[in-house]
Each structure stands twice: as structure tokens, then as C-alpha cells.
């Protein structure tokens, strides 16, 4: 349900927006479960917008990637976001780190901080480089020029 409502809210809003929004209300959820999460209403609430949140990546990054470089290697770039994923795996151990040194509490804290840094970071610096570099590489990409197979900065003739 996430990923169709997130691509069109994208589409309506931005992607960094989206971004902004989401990452922000799953960080918010994330210390809401941690501190009301005993309470089974709050828990399921909870726990209903961690997920809710959760799945917005794999609709908004490749999006992002194609309305900034072009869908020529949209693919290609995809499959290289795709390996975040098993790159945050690796950070799984940490988990397990800090809830030995500081009990589950810690766990969800770094994770809501991280989590917001992201929506953060999204909103305030992912935003204006986007725009930076979409403005040098001398091309706007519009909705058709997105979904043609023309590189960023490529003449449709070519």
C-alpha cells in the first residue's frame, strides 16, 4: 500500500518532500512505540505507521534517480540502490550492540534519530543538490523526458 500512495503523493508534492514527510513520521512512530508501546492500542497504532512508512524507498529512489539522470540506466541504478538494502543489513549486528549496552530503548532511539536525520537530510541537502545538478547538466527532466531513453543532457534526436 505504501509504495503506489508514496509514488503519487511524489508526484503531487516532490520527491524530497515525500521523503521529508515520511522519514519524519516514521522516526516520530518509532519513539512513539518506544515509549507507549506497552499499551497494546498505542502498540498496534504504532506499529501500523512504522509500516505504513517503511516502504516508501523502493517506490521514491528509483524515481528520484530517473527524473535526475534519465531512464536510459534507470535499471542499472536502480539495482545499485537496491544494494542499500543489503548494505543496512550488515548494520543488524549493531542492533544487537546497543541493546546489550543500553536495552531496546537505545535501539529505537538511534534508529528514530538516523531515520530522522534522513527526512532531514533529504529536505535540506539531498533538494538542492538534485536541483543543482539538474540545472548544470543543462536539462530539466519532465515527466516525458523521463520516461524516454534519452541520457540526462542528450538530444531526443540522438
Same mark, same amino acid.
Given at each position: 500500500?505504501?509504495?503506489?500512495?508514496?509514488?503519487?503523493?511524489?508526484?503531487?508534492?516532490?520527491?524530497?518532500?515525500?521523503?521529508?514527510?515520511?522519514?519524519?513520521?516514521?522516526?516520530?512512530?518509532?519513539?512513539?512505540?518506544?515509549?507507549?508501546?506497552?499499551?497494546?492500542?498505542?502498540?498496534?497504532?504504532?506499529?501500523?505507521?512504522?509500516?505504513?512508512?517503511?516502504?516508501?524507498?523502493?517506490?521514491?529512489?528509483?524515481?528520484?534517480?530517473?527524473?535526475?539522470?534519465?531512464?536510459?540506466?534507470?535499471?542499472?541504478? @536502480?539495482?545499485?540502490?537496491?544494494?542499500?538494502?543489503? =548494505?543496512?543489513?550488515?548494520? !543488524?549486528? $549493531? /542492533? *544487537?550492540?546497543? +541493546?546489550?549496552?543500553?536495552?531496546?530503548?537505545?535501539?529505537?532511539?538511534?534508529?528514530?534519530?538516523?531515520?530522522?536525520?534522513?527526512?532531514?537530510?533529504?529536505?535540506?541537502?539531498? @533538494?538542492?543538490?538534485?536541483?543543482?545538478?539538474?540545472? =548544470?547538466?543543462?536539462?530539466? !527532466?519532465? $515527466? /516525458? *523526458?523521463?520516461? +524516454?531513453?534519452?541520457?540526462?543532457?542528450?538530444?531526443?534526436?540522438?
Amino acid at each position: 500500500f505504501t509504495r503506489p500512495l508514496c509514488g503519487f503523493i511524489s508526484d503531487k508534492i516532490g520527491r524530497e518532500n515525500t521523503m521529508f514527510a515520511i522519514f519524519i513520521g516514521e522516526g516520530l512512530a518509532l519513539l512513539g512505540m518506544m515509549e507507549y508501546g506497552q499499551n497494546p492500542y498505542a502498540f498496534m497504532t504504532f506499529a501500523a505507521l512504522i509500516f505504513l512508512f517503511w516502504g516508501e524507498i523502493f517506490s521514491i529512489f528509483p524515481a528520484i534517480c530517473a527524473d535526475t539522470f534519465g531512464s536510459k540506466y534507470a535499471a542499472a541504478n @536502480a539495482g545499485t540502490l537496491y544494494t542499500a538494502k543489503g =548494505t543496512a543489513a550488515l548494520l !543488524v549486528p $549493531l /542492533a *544487537s550492540v546497543l +541493546s546489550a549496552a543500553g536495552g531496546w530503548n537505545l535501539v529505537f532511539i538511534v534508529s528514530a534519530v538516523i531515520t530522522i536525520a534522513a527526512g532531514v537530510s533529504a529536505k535540506f541537502i539531498l @533538494a538542492p543538490m538534485r536541483a543543482r545538478w539538474i540545472e =548544470t547538466s543543462g536539462t530539466r !527532466v519532465s $515527466l /516525458a *523526458s523521463a520516461t +524516454s531513453s534519452s541520457p540526462l543532457g542528450a538530444s531526443s534526436g540522438e
